[in-house]
């Protein structure tokens, strides 16, 4: 089973407007973070935002908010007033604490394109 | 520039040859994570280091892929005998350590590998 899904392949937006990506995390443990991390056409990967899962508050960072539901498992990313600059691939990811104090690398989903035209 | 840095950024061999790839972490950082990216696809963890030691390796990694991170600072990535479908993004990436769930991973620009 996947651990991280992002069902929506590609989402376009006009400029201002605001949008949600989807996202869904299998987890078993307790104790887990969630990221939404942005990749341009150039390719590096640029951190978003953060959830802790003990968080109780959902995040947020600027334009960008974390809907946060931990009982249905799910991370959605909101932007709010989408500029040109925000069109890239976004991608959700999880990680786990781990069975040794040196945790787990992250698990990212496919990632959802987002296109935001003037 | 204090952030990770990758070198090279664009590798073109053919296959059968070896490549290796370096990575630089930022200085206070003890994790160093290597991930793979193809197109279309999100990252994939091949291995990551806690200081010197290699800590976890994924299935990913065949035996034609060996990491290293001698001394604690600097990682490189040597693939040998290229196939074609070791194409793809190699991301590196470093953190803080400690075994809360957010330590945010700072990532380079990555090396993009073609295999001809």
């Known amino acids: 089973a996947q651990k991280i899904t992002q069902t929506q392949p590609g989402m376009f937006v006009q400029e201002k407007e605001a949008v949600t990506l989807d996202c869904t995390y299998d987890t078993s443990d307790p104790s887990y973070g969630l990221f939404w991390y942005k990749q341009p056409s150039s390719g590096e990967m640029i951190f978003l935002i953060y959830?802790?899962?003990?968080?109780?508050q959902n995040a947020t960072e600027g334009r960008y908010s974390l809907n946060f539901q931990k009982a249905r498992k799910s991370a959605n990313l909101v932007i709010s007033a989408s500029q040109l600059g925000d069109s890239a691939m976004y991608f959700c990811?999880?990680?786990?604490?781990?069975?040794?104090?040196?945790?787990?690398?992250?698990?990212f989903g496919k990632g959802t394109t987002l296109s935001v035209s003037s | 520039d204090t952030g990770v840095s990758q070198d090279p950024r664009h590798k073109i061999t053919k296959r059968g040859q070896n490549v290796t790839f370096r990575c630089d972490p930022i200085s206070e950082h003890n994790r160093l994570y290597w991930y793979r990216q193809t197109l279309g696809q999100g990252p994939e963890f091949l291995t990551y280091?806690?200081?010197?030691?290699?800590?976890?390796k994924s299935r990913l990694l065949s035996d034609r892929f060996s990491a290293e991170r001698p001394k604690g600072s600097f990682s490189t990535l040597e693939i040998q005998r290229t196939e074609q479908g070791d194409s793809a993004m190699y991301l590196c990436a470093s953190s803080l350590g400690g075994r809360l769930a957010y330590n945010e991973q700072f990532f380079g620009p990555g090396t993009r590998l073609t295999v001809l």
């Open positions: 990811a999880m990680r786990e604490p781990g069975p040794t104090s040196a945790g787990t690398a992250l698990i």
């Open positions: 959830q802790g899962s003990y968080d109780q």
């Open positions: 280091f806690q200081n010197e030691a290699q800590l976890e």
